[in-house]
Nanobody
Framework: VQLQAYGGGLVQAGGSLRLSCSAS????????KGWFRQFPGKEREFVGV????????YYAESVKGRFTISRGNANNRVYLQMNRLTPEDTAVYYC?????????????????????WGQGTLVTVSS
């Protein structure tokens, strides 16, 4: 199983980026699909999730209304659309997948819930 996140880069404050995560060896349809980010010297933090077997999405308060998770229709990919970016969004972003089912929502907030991780992609937002 391999996840690969890409699409990071340098963007000005107020701009947008779309991150992509491709999966090989697993079917995203059967997995919860999470996005996390990590600031230097900090623990990895929850950004958002699309729950297993659903298109329902949930987001951290810090990104709600600005970030959107979606799935590709014909490919095994998930996307994180990030709008109105601020310098505080500068971080390494990770996609992750979990095959665990019947999870309460708060379980998705924990990195330990996810068995599979992409390698991370750096997003830098300049002021």
């Amino acid at each position: 199983v391999q996840l690969q996140a890409y699409g990071g880069g340098l963007v000005q404050a107020g701009g947008s980026l779309r991150l992509s995560c491709s999966a090989s060896g697993l079917n995203f349809s059967n997995h919860g699909k999470g996005w996390f980010r990590q600031f230097p010297g900090k623990e990895r933090e929850f950004v958002g999730v699309m729950r297993k077997g659903s298109t329902s999405t949930y987001y951290a308060e810090s990104v709600k209304g600005r970030f959107t998770i979606s799935r590709g229709n014909a490919n095994n990919r998930v996307y994180l659309q990030m709008n109105r970016l601020t310098p505080e969004d500068t971080a390494v972003y990770y996609c992750a997948a979990t095959g665990m089912g019947n999870l309460i929502l708060s379980s998705y907030y924990r990195p330990s819930t996810y068995a599979y991780w992409g390698q991370g992609t750096l997003v830098t937002v300049s002021s």
